[in-house]
């Protein structure tokens, strides 16, 4: 069943099929913001009726068919023609006068941000990103691709059938206010794809300042296709819907908040696209009885210099150790706020709360948010259904601690409550990290610090995307999306 569904009108009251027997009712502001030519997506799993005003799909079909067309002439680009875009892209992003213009344009995508009390942390067109997006760029000139590649080969009398690799097709991405991933989602073309993206109004003026400025400029040079990287020029999250529920696309890559991007997956889905989904992040960190204490402080010290997906959320601390670990912990956690100059903040699951000084409790402090700073108690208590909530702080440190009976009660907790992403576990002891491997239901496992979960630092390539397993495990490729990982396979005969 298609994820939108097409009606002349809507009518306050009116039945709409969700799949098995499952239904839903528009309401009346549904139902009055509905006109002739609009759409209506779908999502079962939560009952949602999403609104797609004519204007929105318009924008995102036709952002779409730009790039499934570029795709077609894709075939008769040539590898080193790949190279001369990723190379003119990154030379016009080192040019001072460029860039110039864009950080002028970025600066009032900053301000609007903050005026709407957003996080601007990722927006900030710095140097230091600036320097990332072409270091990227310049990754992807010689990497290699699949594209044409014979994977297998199969010999007969007489013949042999080859097993090539080939471009996939059209990549979607929709991605939260960060411009340099403009720049990362261009990686799907280094083998052959086309690309179309919608980024977030925090950053949509950016976007379109790099796609004017250096992008587009780039296909030209090189004679790629125009299209073959396409912006979808709305901010609305019905052109993210419109776009994701599109057919014609081969990988949908959505990258942002949990419930955002499982909407998005939903859609996806459901319109019969696979499907890359990074939302919900939060790293844990296990600590057993065989836990060395300089390791473990130091693990969770580097995995709190800044809050991105791979940070460590939640901690889990063997009971018997919590004298010697809980303190360690709660250095490191000071220690990280005090590397950002703020104070650290600490929840702790109420069946715990004995383990950690009761002072805290009632210690007020001021916690760096988006807002500003709050005064607040540096250490709360939630349920223990909150495990797996992620916790999205700006400048102060903020996690969860939970102790456990075993290592294994620590795994269970996190498969039952955690995003499935990254887990590592502190131990000296050999076969509970073997035990703790077979049994941790995540893509990524470690006996370290959780920020190495990168595709630039872990895999020395540009990383367009990271998946959790919230959705299930994904077919035929590992949980960094790159470049060289988007491709189908092709058979082919050859008369020998």
Known sequence: MSAIEQFSKLEAGMPVFLGGDKWVRVDETLAEAFQPGDSLAVVPKTGQLLHIPANEQNIATDAVSLALDAFGKMGSVTDEQISQFFAAFADALDDNDTWEHIQKINEDDIAAAKARGRSTTRLEATEKLRLGMIDGLRGWIEAPSRRGQ???????EGFRVELVGAALGVVAFVFEGRPNVLADACGVLRGGNTVVFRIGSDALKTAKAIMDLALNPALEKSGLPLGAASLVESAAHAAGWAMFSDDRLSLAVARGSGQAVDTLGSLA?????????????????????????EQFSEAVFRSLDRKVCNTLNTCCIERSQAEDLVPVFLESLEKAGKQRDHNFKLHVVDADESYVPSALFDKMVPIGTAEGLVEEAQVQSIDRDQLGHEWEWED?????LVLVDSIDEAVSLFNEYSPQFVGSLISDDASEQKRFYSTLNAPFIGNDFTRWVDGQF????????????????LFGRGSILSGDSVFTVRTRYVKE
């Open 150 to 156: 014979i994977i297998e080969t199969v010999h007969h």
């Open 269 to 293: 889905r459901r319109a019969g696209v696979s499907t890359s989904l990074h939302g919900t992040g939060g790293a844990w960190i296990m600590a057993s009885s065989h836990a060395d204490k």
């Open 396 to 400: 102060s440190p903020e996690v969860t």
């Open 458 to 473: 872990a895999l020395k390539k540009p990383e367009l995307g990271l998946s959790n397993w919230e959705n299930g495990r």
